[in-house]
């Protein structure tokens, strides 16, 4: 799985260690999410990047 998030995000990492627990392989990257969102036409507000995560998987 490829997570895109903002470096300050605690809630994403919390999220993304009880992803790994499960046996997930997860790649990180902390540029934000503006790109995977123009590239899955997924709007910019309201956002989740959990919601993004789970339709990029």
Known sequence: MEVW???????AKDWIAIVQ??????????TGNNGPRAKLGTPKKPGSATL???VAM
């Not at 627990?21 to 902390?30: E, K, L």
Request: net charge positive.
């Open 5 to 11: 998030k903002g470096p300050p995000t605690a809630a």
């Open 52 to 54: 993004l995560g789970w």
């Open 21 to 30: 627990q499960a046996g997930i392989t997860v790649r990180v990257f902390d």
